[in-house]
Nanobody, 119 residues
Framework: QVQVVESGGGLVQAGGSLRLSCAASGRTVSNYGMGWFRQAPGKEREFVAAINRGGSQTYYADSVKGRFTASRDSAKNTVYLRMNSLKPEDTAVYYC????????????WGQGTQVTVSS
């Protein structure tokens, strides 16, 4: 079992920046890849970014590529999502999730943190 807790959401103007954090605890967190997803009102949850268990590989949705950066601090068991040049369409609840490295699906999810970008 892995627990993940997101933080860092808030209200920001378009063009601004935020950094989300995801604190993980439980089983050996270093065995888990971590992902960020988001869900806007009336829309399905979508993939935003992912980082492998070692932190050497990252993946991004086309909509955030070049603006968002995922990273992880293994010593702190924390994953970050740095979001720059935010747009109103980035407004959503952002979720962190953990995936055991041998699995293809994310099994553990946080409660989400709201990000609102005003125009």
């Amino acid at each position: 079992q892995v627990q993940v807790v997101e933080s860092g959401g808030g209200l920001v103007q378009a063009g601004g920046s935020l950094r989300l954090s995801c604190a993980a605890s439980g089983r050996t967190v270093s065995n888990y890849g971590m992902g960020w997803f988001r869900q806007a009102p009336g829309k399905e949850r979508e993939f935003v970014a992912a980082i492998n268990r070692g932190g050497s590989q990252t993946y991004y949705a086309d909509s955030v590529k070049g603006r968002f950066t995922a990273s992880r601090d293994s010593a702190k068991n924390t994953v970050y999502l740095r979001m720059n040049s935010l747009k109103p369409e980035d407004t959503a609840v952002y979720y962190c999730a953990a995936r055991y490295w041998l699995n293809s699906e994310y099994s553990y999810w946080g409660q989400g943190t709201q990000v609102t970008v005003s125009s």
